[in-house]
């Protein structure tokens, strides 16, 4: 059974730092690319855009846009990926639902995790 669950998220100052986690198990993650994507706020319609990856060997990119204040990392436990993204110098553009998962066949969605970021 595909598990992904995100936490972590919260409500933060402009400036301020968040780190989030998700706990993937279920779907060989482990030998997956693994990225965090965003939607942002106001519609369930809106797009999920990644803007954060992680290969199996640790091989990291990242969206322009949080390049320099975002870093993602991935760590294992038996059948379980975590996926960690710290967030440093948080704008009011980075809020919205964040979720992760592999980067292609995506079939499933967990909850996400919402960031809302004051200024």
């Known amino acids: 059974q595909v598990q992904l669950v995100e936490s972590g998220g919260g409500l933060v100052q402009a400036g301020g730092s968040l780190r989030l986690s998700c706990k993937a198990s279920?779907?060989?993650?482990?030998?997956?690319?693994m990225g965090w994507y965003r939607q942002a706020p106001g519609n369930p319609r809106n797009p999920r855009e990644v803007?954060?990856?992680?290969?199996?060997?640790?091989?990291?990119?990242?969206m322009d846009s949080v390049k320099g204040r975002f870093t993602i990392s991935r760590d294992y436990a038996k059948n379980t990926v975590t996926v960690y993204l710290q967030m440093n110098s948080l704008k009011p553009e980075d809020t919205g639902i964040y979720y992760c998962?592999?980067?292609?066949?995506?079939?499933?969605w967990g909850q996400g995790t919402q960031v809302t970021v004051s200024s």
């Open positions: 803007i954060a990856h992680i290969g199996p060997d640790g091989g990291t990119n990242y």
């Open positions: 279920g779907n060989n993650f482990r030998g997956k690319t």
């Open positions: 998962n592999q980067l292609a066949d995506i079939s499933y």
